[in-house]
């Protein structure tokens, strides 16, 4: 009998969800409708209950439409055609079968859709408590990063995850690394109170976010429980043997996971992509390999050049033979800004080998590209990690969901008049041999004009201080669990910040006023803001940090900036996956003004910044004549 009740348990269940799923609640009246924007903020804010009504009349109104009417297509599909006034329409009149079927993405993109104002953050705070993983999402950075207050999303995020029923163990640990509590967490995996809490999956998960890979691979040592292992599982493994150097073992796993997981592969081309383990990672593991041109070969796995090949088939190559060739060959740059500025290195080789080539660019670029390289020409394209409300109709035309991180509208119009098109990440294995080879490489620093007079003023007034200028940027704008690792908090670098007969000069974008006071306010220090938009005027950063003596960077846009800039430069950086740009004299691969320190992989980042602050004291007070890192 408790089988038969349990049976007809699960299929009435089973019956309600296809029947909610299937049908446009609110038509029918099964729950109360949104009133207005306060009724819905109560709702996305608290455990609020609707009210239900149902009639004959509903149910069999909504049963006649199961076969027409799928709230969850709906929803997909005015969402990757960037209709998103519609798509909000369809989600507050349906948000209550979207909270009680636990749909969180939904409510993540109308986060991202609403970015910058209010309600985001309430979309945002019920599917963080509803699905408490999205705190460490990409989404939700994105969306944070685009608030006004952004010390009030995190306090109002924080306190919906802690609240959820559904927290973890593991998104406990999640949410701590996210508030910088790593020394905290490191002490609580050692707890058997804790780890007994976590299951093996789980467990690997933690120890991957902490950057605990010797730990990690004698988990997986003791259980090797592959069957039950995801792909996400594989890569934190695979991850943590590059990270040790046990690259045979990292090999074997990679082979392991693609017979795993041959027959369900999500890819949309196995021809591109015929592996499990993402491109990144394999990146990573020729680089400890040392072998660049097969490190860098590992770009044209990745899921936009996929995207190319499945919209474009006849135009797409990965080859540089065929761009030689072409009458009118097209190069997409991609990626963020500071990957196009280490990349740009090869544009000269490119365009010796056919100098029709366009080559796209981002448009805060263009006038510094320009000047370094006259002899291509540049189309200054928009692209964007993700679309929202303000910026849709510009990528609305585009055939494909993924393409707005390629190209606009504008320029997918006039895509035909290309013969050939491709990633500059498609042809860098094929250059980069070229590159490294040349006696001297390609690029020069941008000449230096100042025409903002207010600016060349204020630059001046520093210099003639006598102090020290030194450039500071310790953070991207855009932070998760696994990019925290890359970068550094202001406790983190005080070391550095005390340094005596020395002007620290913001070079961070994005809002930090909160960081800069508190610094002002706990230990009287002040970092100097000079009055440019450091997002949008590359142009001006530039011409600023060559007012510099010295730059240090962690590892985003800025530190690209400061190698074209010249100016000497330390990478803030203990990662292991920067290790391939530095060279026998510590210097980076693409710029040689950049300095890392040494065995940096191997140390804390409290140890990294005390010895670039030790460096420059040494360089300041005790022998002015050397230069940086020369020893």
């Given at each position: 009998?408790?089988?038969?009740?349990?049976?007809?348990?699960?299929?009435?269940?089973?019956?309600?969800?296809?029947?909610i799923?299937?049908?446009?609640?609110?038509?029918?009246?099964?729950?109360?409708?949104?009133?207005?924007?306060?009724?819905?903020?109560?709702i996305?804010?608290?455990?609020?209950?609707?009210?239900?009504?149902?009639?004959?009349?509903?149910?069999?109104?909504?049963?006649?439409?199961?076969?027409?009417?799928?709230?969850?297509s709906?929803?997909?599909?005015?969402y990757?055609?960037?209709?998103?006034?519609e798509y909000?329409?369809?989600?507050?009149?349906?948000?209550?079968?979207?909270?009680?079927?636990?749909?969180?993405?939904?409510?993540s993109?109308?986060?991202?859709?609403?970015?910058?104002?209010?309600l985001?953050?309430?979309?945002?705070?019920?599917?963080?408590?509803?699905?408490?993983?999205?705190?460490?999402?990409?989404?939700?950075a994105?969306?944070?990063?685009?608030?006004?207050?952004?010390?009030?999303?995190?306090l109002?995020?924080?306190?919906?995850?802690?609240?959820?029923?559904?927290?973890?163990?593991?998104?406990?640990?999640?949410l701590?690394?996210?508030?910088?509590?790593?020394?905290y967490?490191?002490?609580?995996?050692?707890?058997?109170?804790?780890v007994s809490?976590?299951?093996?999956?789980?467990?690997?998960?933690l120890?991957s976010?902490?950057?605990?890979?010797s730990v990690?691979?004698?988990?997986?040592?003791?259980?090797?429980?592959?069957?039950?292992?995801?792909?996400?599982?594989?890569?934190?493994?695979?991850d943590?043997?590059?990270?040790?150097?046990?690259?045979?073992n990292?090999?074997?796993?990679?082979?392991?996971?693609?017979?795993?997981?041959?027959?369900?592969?999500?890819?949309?081309?196995?021809a591109?992509?015929?592996?499990?383990?993402?491109?990144?990672?394999?990146?990573?593991y020729?680089?400890?390999?040392?072998?660049?041109?097969?490190?860098?070969?590992?770009?044209?796995?990745?899921?936009?050049?996929?995207?190319?090949?499945?919209?474009?088939?006849?135009?797409?190559?990965?080859?540089?033979?065929?761009?030689?060739?072409?009458?009118?060959?097209?190069?997409?740059?991609?990626?963020?800004?500071?990957?196009?500025?280490?990349?740009?290195?090869?544009?000269?080789?490119?365009?010796?080998?056919?100098?029709?080539?366009?080559?796209?660019?981002?448009?805060?670029?263009?006038?510094?590209?320009?000047?370094?390289?006259?002899?291509?020409?540049?189309?200054p394209?928009?692209r964007?990690?993700?679309?929202?409300?303000?910026?849709?109709?510009?990528?609305?035309?585009?055939?494909h969901?993924?393409?707005?991180?390629?190209?606009?509208?504008?320029?997918?119009?006039?895509?035909?008049r290309?013969?050939?098109?491709?990633?500059?990440?498609?042809?860098?294995?094929?250059?980069?041999?070229?590159?490294?080879?040349?006696?001297?490489?390609?690029?020069?620093?941008?000449?230096?004009?100042?025409?903002?007079?207010?600016l060349?003023?204020?630059?001046?007034?520093?210099?003639?201080?006598?102090c020290?200028?030194?450039?500071?940027?310790w953070?991207?704008?855009?932070?998760?669990?696994?990019?925290?690792?890359?970068?550094?908090?202001?406790?983190?670098?005080?070391?550095?910040?005390?340094?005596?007969?020395?002007?620290?000069?913001?070079?961070?974008?994005?809002?930090c006023?909160?960081?800069?006071?508190?610094?002002?306010?706990?230990?009287?220090?002040?970092?100097?803001?000079?009055?440019?938009?450091?997002?949008n005027?590359?142009y001006?950063?530039?011409?600023v940090?060559?007012?510099?003596?010295?730059?240090?960077?962690?590892g985003?846009?800025?530190?690209?900036l400061?190698?074209?800039?010249?100016?000497?430069?330390y990478?803030?950086?203990?990662?292991?996956?920067?290790?391939?740009?530095?060279?026998?004299?510590?210097?980076?691969?693409?710029?040689?003004n950049?300095?890392?320190?040494p065995?940096?992989s191997?140390?804390?980042?409290c140890?990294?910044?005390?010895?670039?602050?030790?460096?420059l004291?040494?360089?300041?007070?005790?022998?002015?004549?050397?230069?940086?890192?020369?020893?």
């Amino acid at each position: 009998m408790k089988k038969i009740h349990n049976l007809m348990k699960k299929t009435a269940n089973r019956l309600y969800r296809t029947a909610i799923q299937y049908s446009i609640a609110g038509r029918y009246n099964f729950v109360e409708k949104v009133i207005d924007e306060e009724h819905l903020i109560q709702i996305l804010s608290t455990e609020y209950k609707p009210k239900y009504c149902v009639s004959f009349n509903a149910v069999w109104e909504a049963f006649i439409d199961l076969r027409r009417a799928n709230l969850f297509s709906q929803l997909d599909q005015l969402y990757y055609k960037k209709d998103y006034s519609e798509y909000i329409i369809l989600l507050v009149k349906n948000i209550h079968i979207i909270i009680h079927l636990n749909k969180t993405k939904y409510l993540s993109w109308a986060g991202l859709v609403t970015k910058g104002t209010e309600l985001s953050k309430y979309y945002l705070g019920k599917a963080v408590y509803l699905h408490p993983i999205a705190i460490n999402d990409i989404t939700t950075a994105i969306i944070i990063e685009g608030y006004p207050d952004k010390a009030d999303i995190n306090l109002y995020l924080r306190n919906m995850t802690l609240r959820s029923k559904l927290l973890s163990p593991l998104e406990f640990g999640y949410l701590l690394l996210k508030d910088g509590e790593e020394t905290y967490m490191r002490k609580l995996v050692k707890k058997s109170y804790f780890v007994s809490k976590l299951n093996v999956k789980q467990y690997i998960a933690l120890l991957s976010a902490l950057n605990m890979p010797s730990v990690l691979i004698k988990i997986h040592e003791r259980n090797k429980d592959y069957a039950s292992y995801d792909v996400k599982t594989f890569e934190r493994i695979y991850d943590a043997y590059t990270r040790e150097g046990l690259l045979d073992n990292a090999k074997a796993l990679f082979d392991i996971a693609d017979k795993t997981f041959f027959n369900n592969q999500k890819t949309l081309s196995k021809a591109i992509n015929p592996h499990i383990i993402n491109n990144k990672l394999e990146r990573h593991y020729w680089f400890a390999k040392g072998d660049l041109v097969k490190a860098y070969a590992t770009y044209r796995r990745q899921n936009l050049a996929q995207v190319l090949s499945l919209v474009f088939p006849s135009q797409y190559t990965q080859l540089t033979s065929v761009i030689e060739k072409a009458h009118q060959p097209l190069v997409f740059a991609s990626w963020g800004p500071g990957d196009e500025i280490r990349f740009s290195q090869v544009y000269n080789i490119l365009v010796r080998k056919n100098s029709n080539i366009t080559i796209t660019c981002e448009p805060r670029l263009h006038k510094i590209l320009c000047e370094l390289y006259p002899a291509v020409n540049f189309l200054p394209v928009n692209r964007t990690r993700r679309v929202n409300n303000e910026c849709a109709s510009i990528y609305d035309a585009l055939p494909h969901k993924k393409l707005h991180h390629l190209m606009d509208n504008a320029l997918f119009d006039s895509i035909e008049r290309y013969d050939s098109i491709s990633m500059l990440t498609d042809l860098l294995s094929e250059q980069i041999e070229i590159y490294l080879s040349a006696e001297q490489k390609y690029i020069q620093p941008p000449v230096a004009c100042v025409k903002d007079i207010a600016l060349k003023n204020e630059i001046n007034e520093l210099q003639k201080t006598g102090c020290k200028l030194v450039g500071i940027s310790w953070r991207s704008s855009i932070m998760t669990t696994s990019r925290n690792e890359h970068y550094f908090t202001i406790e983190q670098l005080m070391s550095l910040l005390k340094l005596e007969g020395v002007i620290f000069v913001n070079l961070q974008y994005g809002d930090c006023a909160v960081e800069l006071n508190e610094l002002e306010e706990k230990h009287n220090i002040k970092i100097h803001n000079i009055n440019i938009d450091h997002y949008n005027d590359f142009y001006s950063v530039i011409n600023v940090m060559q007012g510099l003596d010295v730059i240090v960077s962690a590892g985003t846009t800025v530190l690209e900036l400061a190698g074209l800039a010249g100016t000497p430069t330390y990478a803030l950086t203990n990662s292991h996956g920067v290790s391939y740009r530095v060279s026998e004299s510590h210097k980076d691969l693409w710029f040689s003004n950049i300095h890392y320190v040494p065995s940096m992989s191997h140390l804390t980042k409290c140890e990294v910044v005390n010895y670039i602050s030790t460096e420059l004291y040494r360089v300041f007070n005790e022998d002015k004549t050397k230069v940086i890192n020369s020893k």
